[in-house]
Nanobody, 126 residues
Framework: QVQPVEFGGGLVQTGGSRKLSCKVP????????FGWFRQAPGKEREFVAA????????WYNNSVKDRFILSREAASQAVYLQMDSLKPEDTAVYYC???????????????????WGKGTLVTVSS
């Protein structure tokens, strides 16, 4: 299995938007579940949102539920995290994770069928 790759990080002003994408070059997305996590400086990595590739069902951390939208697109073979109304506290490295179950996509575990990307930095300036 190929490691997921995140795209789209950068600098954005408070209240602005940013769209991250996650792709698995040469890999299979069907039957997978994808999770986004983030790790702010000096803090532990936390769950942000997860999606089923097959059904499109999503699950969100309450802290982002009304501001972030997770989607997937078969044509581009990518998972997207649309982030709106960004706040300085959203500043973090954002990681994409691929797993075989929703539980795997939502957890910090690492196993034979769990694959983490290297992350992309989003900085929200105040």
């Amino acid at each position: 299995q190929v490691q997921p790759v995140e795209f789209g990080g950068g600098l954005v002003q408070t209240g602005g938007s940013r769209k991250l994408s996650c792709k698995v070059p040469g890999g299979t997305l069907t039957n997978s579940y994808f999770g986004w996590f983030r790790q702010a400086p000096g803090k532990e990595r936390e769950f942000v949102a997860a999606i089923s590739w097959n059904s499109g069902s999503t699950w969100y951390n309450n802290s982002v539920k009304d501001r972030f939208i997770l989607s997937r697109e078969a044509a581009s073979q990518a998972v997207y995290l649309q982030m709106d109304s960004l706040k300085p506290e959203d500043t973090a490295v954002y990681y994409c994770k691929q797993g075989m179950t929703f539980t795997q996509a939502m957890s910090l575990t690492s196993g034979d069928t769990e694959y983490w990307g290297k992350g992309t930095l989003v900085t929200v300036s105040s």
